[in-house]
């Protein structure tokens, strides 16, 4: 086993972009420490508008200063970058573009737990840096330096506020891709206390300046840490969100047991560590004091090699966090960390109970010697193909469009640092990590008994939708955070400026009814589309909007669809007879539609109808013949039609009738009689605007005990 000194460990612990060179993995120059990077002494002025006070620190990538802001008269935190890494050659219009970019959406991010970045810019051509605020406090790297563990309580605190912040981030599509001790920062500032993540995206800004953008710097090469990158993230591959659920389960196993989960003694064997080693449990390091299960389980999912075996989304792990905070209750109270029996920070052996010691890296090297044996072969064979093996990793569109080499083959090329091919990744299937990450929805059910509440973590950027609530008359906005009890029906009203894919990350059952409300506001068959999906959606409400069958073809596909509301909209009548859902029916609105008769006639034994609105159609007496067919008819609205007391006669006959509308309809005295034959009315309304008070009296009087009587505005003259 490698005698490894701190010294070397913090060095694993950097952001580095690693090469090849002569078969071994080294970082590159200028990206470690030692390597050039641009020092600016005090009473600098960068970008003519920042006064260097002072060093704060430095890392893998550049370093960071406390800064004055000369017009604005306040103190920020600078970082610069390695000058290498950024040289004026090389910073091309387009690397500008991708750093800007990338800038930009950094600073989108608006979180308590999220470091808030002000600026960014390129000092004389050659420097590129940003602004941020400036903290008072201390990481938790030299946190966990000094203390060794932390107790389990305030572990799951601290991670608990890192897990929000990073599930912020994740909602609007940025990865950190270096989450670990050193870039969360416990703040004691009384304006800003608690966790902040810092050097968000910075992977992503620093690793490429003039390659494809994505995660993969180069042939040859890749960035992070070494001792938190994930499996696919030290092979190269294109990581997203679930890259750093990994990083954050190796930052917490640290602060819970004082050293990562894996250490090799140099960069290389850690990240084979990283590839090949099963995760440790915790009870293997902590001895002192118990370890729930469920914490067991948490972080060995949070550890997996194959990604889609872990946590899909911050929102499940801070469900469990939350459960493992519960379970911790019930246990004996911890001792203090100062006490504790954990190993050294970055120690590589922890002795256990009697004389074993048990290490990840002995493991790989006694147990393995034949693997590195096989793997110092692999790599005498890439030095003598290097440059055909560099030629197809340059190019995997050409592969991929001649078809000169199949897809199975090219998905096997090895990887240029480490030698191995995706499957030989334990328990990873190349096909999983290169799969393209899907947004996670808004709601995720977790798998918490008794769950109460859902909760919705929408965009923190207003979108003009709201919820709305069964029984309630409130609508909520579709922003930030949104919790609704879970017993409650949710409905999703979209006004102005909803696009498709806001629609499409809602799961499947998370929605009861979806309305298209507001005129003129470009909904498309793409809208209609993203809504199909919606299986367990009961209710369907479009208004004024260009329908036709295609739109009709989308709506046959939700199997649970009761009511269907078309008010103002092309779809005609006879479009709508074709449609397989209408037999499955209980509620219907057919207002302002050609041919609206056709669907009625459409309707066959055994009916389901309970309701049916049919205003604005120009409909007759003999419509109002038709529609009393359908006896399983409870309410009936009729308003704006050409209708007279044969037409309420007809409607009389329905056996179940207790709602009637005949609003803006010029009726008189002679509807009476034929209103009183309807023997369940309780609720009526119609216009009697001009009608005398004998009149009125006498209606009161003709109806049922207890019929609540509507007087309707307005008239409407055939």
């Not at 370093?63 to 090389?90: C, E, G, I, Q």
């Not at 004996?332 to 010691?357: D, F, H, R």
């Not at 799969?435 to 996670?440: D, L």
């Not at 207002?591 to 109808?609: C, H, I, Q, S």
């Amino acid at each position: 086993m490698p005698d490894l000194s701190n010294d070397s460990l913090e060095k694993l612990a950097m952001s580095c972009t690693f090469a090849m060179v002569n078969g071994k993995i080294t970082p590159t120059s200028g990206e470690s420490e030692g390597g050039n990077r641009l020092t600016l002494a005090r009473g600098f002025i960068v970008d003519s508008k920042y006064k260097i006070i002072g060093a704060i620190g430095a890392g893998g990538m550049g370093a960071v200063y406390k800064v004055h802001h000369m017009l604005l008269a306040k103190d920020m935190a600078l970082k610069t970058f390695a000058t290498d890494n950024f040289s004026p050659d090389s910073f091309s219009n387009n690397a500008w573009q991708r750093f800007q970019r990338e800038a930009q959406s950094i600073a989108k991010l608006r979180h308590k737990n999220i470091i808030e970045v002000f600026d960014f810019g390129i000092a004389d051509g050659q420097m590129p840096y940003y602004t941020m605020e400036l903290l008072q406090g201390e990481n938790l790297a030299e946190r966990l330096e000094r203390e060794r563990t932390l107790l389990q309580k305030e572990a799951l605190a601290i991670f608990l506020q890192v897990a929000d912040g990073l599930a912020h981030a994740h909602r609007l599509q940025i990865v950190h891709r270096d989450v670990k001790p050193a870039n969360l920062f416990l703040s004691s500032s009384k304006t800003s206390p608690g966790v902040k993540i810092v050097d968000f995206g910075i992977a992503k800004l620093a690793s490429d300046t003039s390659g494809e953008e994505q995660f993969l710097t180069g042939v040859g090469t890749i960035f992070g840490s070494p001792l938190y990158m994930s499996p696919e993230q030290s092979l190269g591959q294109i990581v997203d969100q679930r890259s750093d659920i990994y990083s954050f389960g190796c930052s917490l196993f640290q602060a819970l047991t004082g050293r990562p989960p894996f250490i090799g003694s140099n960069p290389f064997l850690t990240l084979m560590c990283h590839q090949n080693e099963p995760a440790p449990q915790l009870k293997q390091f902590i001895t002192d004091r118990p370890i729930s299960q469920r914490l067991e389980s948490m972080m060995a999912r949070l550890l997996s090699k194959n990604p889609g075996k872990r946590y899909q989304s911050f929102e499940e792990v801070i469900v469990d966090l939350n459960l493992c905070q519960a379970a911790l209750s019930a246990m004996p109270e911890e001792k203090s960390a100062a006490t504790n029996s954990a190993s050294p920070l970055y120690s590589n052996s922890v002795k256990l109970s009697g004389e074993t010691t048990i290490s990840p890296v002995s493991i790989w090297q006694e147990k393995n010697w034949i693997v590195l044996a096989s793997l110092a072969a692999v790599f005498l064979f890439i030095a003598a193909f290097a440059g055909l093996g560099a030629f197809y990793l340059s190019r995997p569109a050409t592969v991929q469009a001649t078809g000169s080499v199949p897809a199975a083959e090219a998905a096997r090329a090895q990887h240029p640092v480490t030698g191995l091919v995706p499957d030989q990744v334990r328990e990873e299937p190349a096909t999983d990590v290169q799969k393209p990450f899907r947004p996670q929805p808004y709601f995720r059910r977790m798998a918490s008994p008794g769950l109460r509440e859902k909760t919705f973590y929408f965009p923190d950027t207003k979108c003009g939708a709201d919820l709305k609530l069964d029984g309630e008359a409130k609508t909520i906005p579709c922003y930030g955070k949104v919790i609704v009890p879970a017993r409650l029906n949710v409905q999703l009203v979209c006004r102005e400026g909803v696009t498709p894919e806001f629609i499409r990350r809602f799961r499947p059952d998370d929605l009861s009814s979806v309305t298209f409300a507001y005129r003129d506001s470009g909904w498309t068959l793409e809208h209609m589309e993203a809504v199909s999906h919606l299986t367990s959606l009961k209710m369907l409400s479009v208004t004024d909007t260009p329908l036709d069958e295609r739109w009709m073809n989308h709506i046959d596909n939700l199997p649970n669809l009761n009511e269907l509301c078309l008010t103002a909209t092309t779809v005609s009548g006879r479009v709508l007879a074709k449609s397989r859902c209408l037999k499955q029916l209980r509620r219907v609105t057919l207002t302002g539609m050609e041919d609206v008769m056709e669907a009625v006639r459409a309707l066959k034994p055994p009916y389901k109808l309970r309701y049916i609105n049919v205003g604005n159609n120009h409909l007759s007496d003999a419509d109002m013949a038709e529609i009393a067919r359908i006896t399983s008819l409870e309410e009936v609205f009729t308003d704006v039609n050409r209708i007279g007391p044969t037409g309420v006669e007809a409607l009389s006959k329905l056996p179940t009738l207790y709602r009637l509308s005949l609003a803006k309809i010029d009726l008189d005295w002679k509807i009476i009689e034929p209103i009183s034959h309807c023997k369940r009315l309780a609720f009526l309304r119609i216009s009697i605007k001009n009608w005398s008070d004998a009149d009125r009296d006498s209606l009161a009087k003709a109806v049922p005990k207890g019929c609540k009587i509507e007087a309707a505005d307005g008239l409407y003259s055939p």
